[in-house]
Structures are given as C-alpha cells and as structure tokens.
C-alpha cells in the first residue's frame, strides 16, 4: 500500500505547479522506498550467517553502485530527448509498477514480521557465534 501512496506523492509532484510544494510531496514520496531499504538490511542481518553477512552485504552494494552511473546516463539521455518533466512523471509509474508486483506476488504478501523471521525459511542454517568460533 505504501509503494502505491508513494506513486500518488510523486505523480502529485510531477503535476504540481507549486514549487515548495513539489519539493514536499517529492519528499514523501521517498517514504515507501527508504523504509524498504531499512527492512531489508534488517531482514538480511537476521537471515543471512554472520560469516557470509560482510561478504552478501558489500556485493549487493557494489552491485547497486555500478548500476546507477547506467541509469543515470539513461534518464539523462531520455529527458534530453523527450523533457525532465517527462522522464520525471514517467518514472513514478515504477512506484505503482513495484506495488502492483508486491499485490501480484503472494510470498512478497506474506513475509514475517522482521522479528519473526527465520533463516531456516529461506534456506539457511542457524548458526551462532559459538558454532562459528568451534570451527
């Protein structure tokens, strides 16, 4: 639900004609996508073994670093060929695109409390820093 209010701030931003207000609902916009990112990492530190966690972590990173110069170049390459306001409208259909996913994709649905969760349910094994340091 949060991705598709998020569509709504940022295609209310792409439409304003007021910039402060632009600014505002752009902003909020953002809401849906940081708190994804924050429950990931959280998800992934309790999922992922310790001895693999540093390892999984820096190429997700490294990964998502050497992706955004191409997306970068590609939005910029777009807006000169079309507008900013364009791309910029256009681009807010990925928020309703990411909630229509989630609606569509029953595990998505019904993924446990971050509290809950159990890295036996997505194929690991428990580990602890006792079994860790007798190996």
């Known amino acids: 639900m949060s991705y598709a209010l998020g569509f709504g701030f940022w295609l209310s931003s792409a439409l304003m004609p007021n910039i402060s207000l632009k600014v505002i609902l752009f902003a909020i916009s953002m809401v849906p996508i940081g708190l994804t990112n924050i429950l990931n990492f959280v998800m992934m530190q309790n999922i992922i073994p310790e001895n693999l966690l540093a390892r999984s972590i820096s190429v ?75 190996k």
Do not use: D, H, K
Not at 81 to 109: M, N
Not at 110 to 127: A, D, K, L
């Open 60 to 134: 997700m990173v490294s990964i998502s670093t050497c992706i955004m110069p191409v997306g970068s170049l590609i939005g910029g390459s777009l807006s000169a060929l079309l507008s900013p306001a364009t791309i910029f409208t256009a681009t807010s259909a990925s928020l309703l695109f990411i909630a229509v996913y989630i609606c569509c994709v029953p595990i998505l649905r019904s993924i446990p409390s971050i509290r809950t969760v159990r890295p036996e349910e997505y194929g690991f094994q428990p580990t602890s820093i006792a079994q860790n340091l007798l």
